[in-house]
C-alpha cells in the first residue's frame, strides 16, 4: 500500500480513505498506523466526509489518542447529519473512545 501511494501521488479521497480504513483493520505496527492517518488527513483535505472523518477518528483510537479521536469522530458525525448518512458506527466508536 506504501509503494501504491507513492506512486500514485494524485489519487482520490476515497482511495486514499480505503488504503487508510485497510490500515486500521489489518495493521498494529504505531509506525504505519501513523502512515495511515497521513493518507486520512490527506484523503479529508481532498474532500471531508463522515467516511474519512470516521476512518482518522478510528486510527487514532487504535494509537490510543483520545482527544484527536473524539475530535474527528464528533466531526463525522456532524458530517453525516449534514447529509442525512446514517452514524450508529461511529457514536458505538465514541464509546469505544471514551473507555480510554
Known amino acids: 500500500a506504501k509503494a501504491f501511494v507513492k506512486e500514485n ?8 480513505n480505503s488504503l487508510a480504513w485497510g ?6 505496527d ?4 501513523k502512515k495511515g492517518i497521513k493518507w486520512s488527513k490527506k484523503s479529508i483535505a481532498k474532500d471531508a466526509n463522515s467516511f474519512n472523518t470516521d476512518t482518522l477518528a478510528a486510527l487514532y483510537y487504535k494509537l490510543g489518542k483520545k482527544k484527536p479521536a473524539l475530535k474527528w469522530a464528533n466531526k463525522s458525525i456532524a458530517l453525516a447529519q449534514e447529509t442525512g448518512m446514517d452514524f450508529s458506527s461511529t457514536t458505538e466508536l465514541i464509546q469505544h473512545i471514551e473507555k480510554l
Not at 504505531?30 to 498506523?33: D, Q, T
Open 9 to 16: 501521488e494524485n489519487l482520490d479521497w476515497n482511495t486514499l
Open 23 to 28: 490500515f486500521y483493520e489489518d495493521v498494529e
Open 30 to 33: 504505531p509506525k504505519a498506523l
